[in-house]
């Protein structure tokens, strides 16, 4: 009898210890990451979040005219290869599809009267049927708009709602993780996620308007499933133009740093506005802070 309870209490003991070094191995590696590297290893991290603007001439090899990466995702959320999509930073919530489109469109779109049997419609008179514009050819009462009927009615994209352009989409919001290898001695930059944004000069509230946080491993795989798209283009010598992410891994971008991970989850701009300085000395800040950790990193060199 004591033999087996001590060979229960044994086992008991062995699927907690396999349990908790289960939950152990999960906690240090980050699941969001391309190349996770151990929690064990990390001698030094930080987390910064950027933001790339796609005009700027560093960064137009990502913007080019018919091969805009903001162009891709989108066309990859409405066909459904990229289905994951999130509603802010922490990769937590999801955003449906239907909202991503919503937040797609710029200009609402028009409502028109419901088409009745009992009124008469005149030429050029706009209606709506079964979830579709239509406008009359000619005059007519009691004749159902429907594309058989095209001597009275015609259907018509008039109304219908605007939605942005693919050069109102060009800026990209990018949430990295800065670690410091004590194995291999060397900074790595491990990209997290992407915002896509339309600045505020191309919205009607003059804010800026985000359509969506996405996983940078989702993303890489789009990129490398998509070569003739992903194209990062080289403007100095097209035979190196490369793939999407074969630029972002090079680093062959230029993002200004405004935010850097802290207990108030403000942005730099937030805490000098909070302290009533002027706007000037927040962009000075966020070079300030660039030059800051470029200097950590030389410092860390000497580990």
Known sequence: MKKSIFITLFSVGLTGAFAQEVQDLEVQYNPNSLNPIPVYEQHYK????????????????????????SKLIVDAVKSGELTDIYNSDSLTTK??????????????????????????????????????????????????????????????????????????????????????????????????????????????????????????????????????????FNRQNTAQNKNFADAFLLRLFQGSIYKVQNPDDETIDDTYRGNGRPYREGVWAREWTEMMLMEKEHNLWEF
């Open 95 to 232: 955003l449906s599809k239907e909202d991503f489109l919503g937040r797609l469109v710029q200009e609402q779109a028009q409502t028109f009267p419901a088409w009745t049997p009992t009124t008469d419609f005149y030429t050029d008179d706009i209606v709506s049927f079964n979830g579709k514009n239509y406008r009359a050819v000619q005059d007519s009462k009691g004749i159902t708009p429907s594309e058989d009927a095209t001597d009275y009615w015609a259907g018509t994209n008039q109304g219908s709602g605007l939605e942005y352009a693919v050069g109102d989409m060009s800026s990209i919001h990018m949430m990295e993780d800065m670690i410091f290898d004590r194995r291999r001695s060397r900074l790595y930059y491990d990209i997290q996620a992407f915002e896509i944004i339309v600045p505020g000069a191309k919205t009607t509230t003059g804010i800026d308007n985000s359509l969506g946080w996405f996983k940078y491993k989702d993303l890489e795989k789009l990129f490398r499933n998509n070569i003739p798209k992903a194209v990062w």
């Open 46 to 69: 930080v987390r910064v979040w950027r933001n790339i603007d796609l005009r700027e001439k560093q960064n137009k090899g990502f913007f080019a005219k018919n091969g805009e990466i």
